[in-house]
Structures are given as C-alpha cells and as structure tokens.
C-alpha cells in the first residue's frame, strides 16, 4: 500500500507538482457559475462572452460542462440591447442543449432551460413558427414531471407562462407559479450547499413583476428588497424598483 511517508526526499517536489497541475485541472463549476450570474446580473455582456468561450475551451468531460455552455448561452440570449446577439444566443443554447440531451435525455434542468431558450429564441426572431409554443410548453411540462420539486425547473416554468401569456390578466395568474419557485429556492438554501444553485434573485424578481401586473406595488417592492438582498448589483431589479418608486 503506497504511503506518503515512504516517499524519498526528492521525490516530494515531483510529487507536489503532479498533484497541483491535477487539482488546477479540475474545474471550479460553483465559481464558473458565480462567474456567469453575476456578468449577467450586471449585463456586461463582455464577460459573459469571455465566460462562454472559456467554457467552450474546457476539456473537463464533466457533463457539468455542457450544462454551464448552456447556461452561459441563455444569459446571453437575455442581454438586453442587441437582439442580433440575443438570437445568436438562443439560437446556440438550444443546439448546446440539444447536444446534452443527447447523453442525458431525463435532465430536467437541461430540458427545461432548452424550453426557455426556445421561447428566448421565437421572441428574438420576429417571425412566428407554427406550433412552436406548444412545443414549448410541453417540453416544460416534461421538466416538470422529472423534477417536480426542482427550484430551477419551477422558475423557469413560471417564466414561460408570463412570456406567454398575452394579457396583464393572464400574466397576474402567475403569482402562484413565482411564489412555488421562492419556496422552492428557500427550502433549497436550508440544506446542503449544492451546484447548480443559481436563480432565487430572479425568482423574487418574477413575483415582484406579477405583484405588479395585480396592482400591488407595496408587495412588489417587498419582494425586489429580497432580489437584492440575494444580488446587490442586480440592474433588471433596480430598474423596476426605480420604476416603482418613481412611479
């Protein structure tokens, strides 16, 4: 049985040097996720695309890669400000998830976050497609029922049914849908930490936004003081907290 102990003096430096290159080899994935969030939460679309190619040049066989170039990919796609890029975005995401699949067919998470670039991708191209929202919906749905409980799933499923709904009214529906995700991401916080781990900010966000469709702007601040408890620098969330304050 090899034991540290028994190693030659000289040998140490090799050694250590063949344990660090393999401990740099791996990937740091909460970081890399940390990375993305909060060069989307802050929009600097430099850094997301820097975050996409650094993910694209990996060698790391994780799945988890995959699941980050995907990610990274749907961020991009939500950039406000230049709807050429965004199409580009979804466009890639949904190919990068179409990839995943391929080895994961029941990943919930993908699955569902290749709905939600579906649904990124029709609104960018202005043009509609035939059944194309159906489909949408119903891969959502198969998300749904392979991780019913899952925080990221229920987020993103609430957040294709406001962009699909057509009217205020329909979208003021919604407050259910948000609040589910909220208690899925609190429950979530109180146990082990874990990766993916991203989405509670944007889910307080979501609720703020249905508070407000339903008039009540006392509870949508409420719930955006939460949004930026979890993410000081959100742009998204303080511009509809300034709204409601100015407004």
């Given at each position: 049985?090899?034991?540290?102990?028994?190693?030659?003096?000289?040998?140490?430096?090799?050694?250590?040097?063949?344990?660090?290159?393999?401990?740099?080899?791996?990937?740091?994935?909460?970081?890399?996720?940390?990375?993305?969030?909060?060069?989307?939460?802050?929009?600097?679309?430099?850094?997301?695309?820097?975050?996409?190619?650094?993910?694209?040049?990996?060698?790391?066989?994780?799945?988890?890669?995959?699941?980050?170039?995907?990610?990274?990919?749907?961020?991009?796609?939500?950039?406000?400000?230049?709807?050429?890029?965004?199409?580009?975005?979804?466009?890639a995401c949904v190919e990068s998830a179409d990839a995943a699949l391929?080895?994961?067919?029941?990943?919930?998470?993908?699955?569902?976050?290749?709905?939600?670039?579906?649904?990124?991708?029709?609104?960018?191209?202005?043009?509609?497609?035939?059944?194309?929202?159906?489909?949408?919906?119903?891969?959502?749905?198969?998300?749904?029922?392979?991780?019913?409980?899952?925080?990221?799933?229920?987020?993103?499923?609430?957040?294709?049914?406001?962009?699909?709904?057509?009217?205020?009214?329909?979208?003021?529906?919604?407050?259910?849908?948000?609040?589910?995700?909220?208690?899925?991401?609190?429950?979530?916080?109180?146990?082990?930490?874990?990766?993916?781990?991203?989405?509670?900010?944007?889910?307080?966000?979501?609720?703020?936004?249905?508070?407000?469709?339903?008039?009540?702007?006392?509870?949508?601040?409420?719930?955006?003081?939460?949004?930026?408890?979890?993410?000081?620098?959100y742009k998204s969330a303080h511009r509809l907290l300034n709204h409601?304050?100015?407004?």
């Amino acid at each position: 049985m090899f034991r540290f102990r028994h190693v030659a003096p000289l040998l140490w430096p090799a050694l250590l040097g063949v344990l660090t290159q393999s401990a740099a080899a791996a990937t740091d994935w909460r970081d890399l996720e940390s990375r993305i969030q909060y060069a989307w939460y802050t929009e600097d679309a430099r850094e997301l695309a820097s975050a996409e190619s650094g993910v694209r040049a990996l060698s790391d066989p994780d799945p988890q890669r995959a699941y980050y170039l995907t990610l990274v990919q749907m961020r991009e796609a939500q950039l406000p400000g230049d709807p050429a890029r965004a199409a580009r975005a979804a466009s890639a995401c949904v190919e990068s998830a179409d990839a995943a699949l391929a080895d994961r067919p029941t990943d919930a998470e993908l699955l569902a976050l290749q709905s939600w670039c579906m649904e990124l991708r029709s609104q960018v191209r202005g043009v509609g497609v035939p059944f194309a929202a159906a489909r949408t919906r119903a891969q959502m749905q198969r998300a749904q029922q392979l991780a019913a409980r899952n925080p990221r799933v229920r987020l993103l499923s609430a957040q294709l049914a406001y962009a699909q709904s057509k009217t205020t009214a329909e979208r003021a529906k919604q407050l259910a849908a948000f609040q589910s995700a909220v208690d899925a991401f609190e429950l979530e916080r109180q146990g082990l930490e874990h990766i993916p781990a991203w989405g509670a900010a944007e889910a307080w966000e979501g609720l703020a936004q249905v508070y407000l469709d339903r008039g009540d702007a006392i509870a949508a601040r409420s719930a955006l003081e939460h949004a930026l408890l979890l993410m000081p620098d959100y742009k998204s969330a303080h511009r509809l907290l300034n709204h409601i304050v100015m407004g």
